[in-house]
């Protein structure tokens, strides 16, 4: 079964509005991390937070981390039209390799 | 610098037939993985690597092959092709941290595969 699940499946708004999306997970994590794909395009890394970490920012990209929770969120402030893609959380395992993706979320953001 | 290169990008297959899809990376990473992405289903993790001459099974690996005689190099074959299979098909690269984890996977711009 997949270890990162995303909510909301997808989320539409006006240019300028800030974006939230969530990710949980079920096991133990090195590491979770957030990556963005465009419409046809291989994934793209935006993110990466490690389990010892609670908050990290980058640019208008703010990540959390609750480890206690199983669950990590991203927050995309002042959006853009170009950020319209798909958001995915990758969790990384305590072993090496098991990095694995939910279904993403389809964010839309409107001139 | 190339990154990930992956080829064919387009594929079309009879039920039956095999094939064998490329993954090369100029970054020398010990990581390499594949993945299929398929509507509504996400990133389903295939196989993958952390050196040359070590492979694992991921989520879904029943169908596929795969071997790493170089570093450079993670070819993922298909040995029966079927209708299933019909995806897009995503190869990663990445470095080992020390800390038993995986760092930021770079994405080749995928392979699209039909099977009829």
């Known amino acids: 079964s997949q270890q990162g699940e995303e909510d909301p499946q997808a989320l539409s708004i006006q240019e300028g509005e800030n974006a939230t999306m969530n990710c949980s997970y079920k096991t133990s994590i090195n590491n979770l991390q957030w990556y963005r794909q465009n419409s046809g395009r291989g994934l793209v890394h935006l993110i990466l937070?490690?389990?010892?970490?609670r908050e990290k920012h980058s640019g208008r990209l703010r990540v959390t981390l609750d480890t206690s929770k199983k669950s990590s969120s991203l927050l995309i402030t002042a959006s853009r039209a170009a950020d319209t893609a798909s958001y995915f959380c990758?969790?990384?395992?305590?072993?090496?390799?098991?990095?694995?993706f939910g279904q993403g979320t389809i964010l839309t953001v409107h001139p | 610098n190339a990154g990930v290169t992956q080829t064919p990008k387009f594929q079309v297959l009879k039920t039956g037939q095999s094939m064998t899809l490329q993954c090369a990376q100029d970054?020398?990473?010990?990581?390499m993985s594949w993945y299929r992405q398929d509507p509504g289903m996400g990133l389903r993790l295939i196989h993958y690597?952390?050196?040359?001459?070590?492979?694992d099974q991921g989520e879904v690996p029943n169908g596929y092959n795969v071997s790493r005689s170089t570093t450079e190099d993670f070819p993922l074959r298909l040995l029966s092709a079927a209708p299933s299979q019909t995806s897009v098909y995503f190869c990663?690269?990445?470095?080992?941290?020390?800390?038993?984890?995986?760092?930021?996977?770079?994405f080749g711009e995928g392979s699209r595969l039909t099977v009829l």
């Open positions: 970054m020398n990473h010990e990581y």
């Open positions: 990758g969790a990384g395992g305590t072993s090496y390799g098991k990095l694995t």
């Open positions: 990663a690269s990445s470095y080992l941290t020390s800390g038993r984890g995986t760092g930021e996977l770079f």
């Open positions: 690597s952390v050196g040359a001459g070590i492979t």
């Open positions: 937070i490690r389990s010892n970490e």
